[in-house]
């Protein structure tokens, strides 16, 4: 079979693996704009079915890691999943975003999307082989476009699958964090430039692609429009900096297709289903969306949170950690993740009340700590369910920082009074020797980064300005805190919430706060392994507010306040609970000069002496388990 893409050529045999038949079909957008889709049916002459929705940027044919596992296939070809939704009773819509694929206009990140598909699950509404029911799903980008669409209150939308994404506030989730920029912006559109229509279309322009090293550049940041290895695509380089540039939240990012918060009234009252994992990005952003549409919707919303990275679902292991045989979402919550889907949607497009709890979440830990065959440690963890988030049956433990490096519950001297001197950790932040990022919520970062758990010790793969391989806790500009070896079990489930006093020498300088499982030593990692859970950051600048920046006083006090994400984990008996503050995570995100100064346009570097003060001014807070379901 021959098809001519940005043509309907009226329906055909889809070939293996698939079966049934597909359309090509031109969308017409409100613009003038024609956006390719093929439309999968189980015949040329296909009956009113609801309607599946896919939107992607990454080509509607292609096959993703992101599609999970699926009869002998790792990651699957679109016919055969789209098969498996045609027998369960349902007709598929994949369609090419605008300026990606065989769809026309000019692809711009995020900021079309809205509109684009209101356009499309009107027009699929309208067709005589829908039944007026239209659901979308879609991993990363493409639960980006779901909640776009929903923004706009698309009438025909009938429910939403959104999985490792769908922004509530970009700003704060998925390009900035904390006001940080996240690299994987510039690695995401450096990868998307060298696979666009134009480039595939411009010898010329894929080789000057191709010659540029992304890694040597990410040595000589700042960028700059023009010098930058996106300079050959000019149009993906806009885009970047637009989003670099504007640091500061404001109308930009209020945008359609990034601010769902806005917004959350705007959308249709459907079944909503928010799946993130513990490695992944987008954590917060599935919270939130999960809690928003759950409180202001009468239908309901459900949440699932895994232990993978970025839509890795049906795998065990995260990084150099395996969190066992109950840990990948095949087998456990479904037979494969084309029936999870759709299970859910015939349960959420029927009648039936629903059955299923609110929400599941995979507590991490529990394992042997042993090295696995795969070379992997032996982490472990169980899947759990329940009515919130996080857990009804959580509590918050308030740990205090110590001078001496540690990190306890215990109560001690009272807090000074605000002004009163302390005691305090001092450390040197230097912009041209930042602490290098080892695993974590990271996606889309490669080649210079990777999300996971992993020991936080440098190694071959570790991206470092420096190269050292010692542990990062032996670095002078990370404090380390943490317990003493547990007496027992202790079980968090939640958000991790640092709250700091501190000072610095400069204007402005970012905090970093990790989460970390320290494993004791044992013949297999006889030094231990340090286990990353989660991590957060916050730019000085925007200590009190992301809209109006303010630079810091060199030498006053301050408390400031560092989120990051949540996460659920069992710190076995023998173990230690740590946390490790610094002012650096690169590549995950830009360096902080010290400067004040726009991150784009800034040439200068400055050390930063910064304070961190303790004994009773700082302290982590933790939602601990008062008890653990059966």
């Excluded at 309607?51 to 990454?58: D, G, K, N, Q, S």
């Excluded at 239209?134 to 939308?157: D, F, I, N, R």
């Excluded at 456990?332 to 959420?348: K, S, V």
Aim: hydrophobic share 35%.
């Amino acid at each position: 079979m021959v098809e001519s893409p940005g043509r309907d050529d009226g329906w055909q045999a889809v070939p293996e693996p698939g079966s049934g038949w597909r359309q090509v079909v031109q969308v017409p957008m409100r613009d003038g704009a024609a956006l390719v889709a093929d439309v999968y049916a189980a015949g040329p002459d296909p009956a009113p079915r609801p309607v599946l929705l896919e939107r992607t940027p990454y080509g509607r044919r292609t096959a993703r890691g992101s599609d999970g596992a699926f009869e002998s296939w790792n990651p699957p070809p679109p016919e055969a999943v789209c098969r498996r939704f045609v027998e369960r009773g349902y007709h598929v819509v994949r369609q090419d975003c605008r300026g990606r694929g065989d769809s026309g206009g000019t692809f711009v990140k995020y900021l079309n999307e809205a509109e684009d598909g209101y356009d499309t699950v009107e027009w699929i509404a309208a067709q005589p082989w829908c039944d007026g029911r239209v659901a979308t799903m879609g991993v990363s980008y493409a639960a980006h476009a779901q909640s776009a669409l929903a923004s706009l209150g698309t009438p025909s939308l009938s429910a939403m699958f959104l999985d490792s994404g769908g922004f509530a506030s970009a700003y704060e989730t998925g390009v900035r964090l904390g006001g940080a920029f996240e690299l994987k912006q510039a690695t995401w559109a450096f990868a998307r430039a060298r696979t666009s229509a134009v480039t595939l279309g411009d010898p010329v322009r894929g080789a000057a692609l191709e010659s540029e090293s992304i890694e040597e550049w990410f040595r000589h940041l700042p960028w700059r429009r023009g010098h930058s290895p996106l300079r050959h695509a000019p149009e993906y380089e806009d885009y970047l900096f637009e989003q670099w540039e504007h640091g500061r939240f404001g109308p930009y990012w209020r945008q359609l297709g990034i601010y769902g918060r806005g917004r959350f009234d705007q959308f249709p009252d459907v079944p909503s289903l928010h799946i993130s994992s513990w490695y992944d990005p987008y954590i917060r952003t599935a919270v939130e969306n999960f809690h928003e549409l759950g409180t202001r919707k009468t239908s309901p919303a459900y949440l699932v949170l895994g232990p993978w990275t970025h839509g890795r679902r049906s795998v065990s292991y995260a990084g150099d950690v395996d969190f066992g045989p109950e840990a990948p979402l095949d087998g456990n919550l479904a037979a494969d993740y084309a029936e999870f889907r759709a299970d859910w949607f015939d349960a959420r497009l029927s009648s039936a009340p629903p059955r299923d709890p609110a929400v599941r979440y995979f507590r991490m830990g529990g394992g042997s700590g042993r090295r696995t065959a795969e070379g992997r440690l032996d982490h472990g963890g169980r899947w759990l369910a329940g009515s919130t988030w996080p857990p009804e049956h959580a509590h918050t433990a308030e740990f205090r920082l110590t001078a001496d490096g540690g990190l306890t519950v215990e109560p001690g001297e009272l807090t000074p009074e605000p002004g009163a001197l302390a005691g305090y950790l001092e450390y040197d932040h230097d912009p041209r020797d930042p602490v290098p990022t080892i695993g974590g919520q990271v996606t889309s970062g490669e080649p210079v980064m990777a999300g996971g758990a992993f020991d936080q010790r440098p190694d071959d793969r570790t991206y470092s300005l420096t190269g050292s391989r010692l542990p990062l806790a032996s670095r002078p500009d990370v404090l380390t805190f943490q317990t003493a070896p547990l007496e027992r079990d202790v079980v968090v489930a939640g958000p991790v919430v640092a709250r700091l006093t501190v000072s610095s020498t400069a204007v402005d300088t970012d905090f970093t706060v990790k989460l970390i499982d320290v494993h004791p030593p044992s013949a297999d990692y006889p030094v231990g392994f340090a286990m990353n859970l989660t991590d957060g950051i916050l730019r000085c600048r925007y200590r009190d507010s992301f809209e109006s920046p303010s630079p810091l006083e060199p030498g006053r006090l301050y408390d400031v306040t560092v989120h990051a994400p949540d996460t659920a984990n069992l710190f076995a008996r023998g173990h230690r609970i740590r946390v490790d503050i610094s002012s650096s995570n690169f590549p995950r995100f830009d360096v902080n000069s010290g400067t004040g100064a726009p991150e784009t346009t800034d040439r200068r570097r400055v050390v930063a002496t910064n304070r961190v003060y303790v004994d009773g001014r700082s302290t982590v807070t933790l939602h601990v388990l008062t008890g653990e379901p059966a």
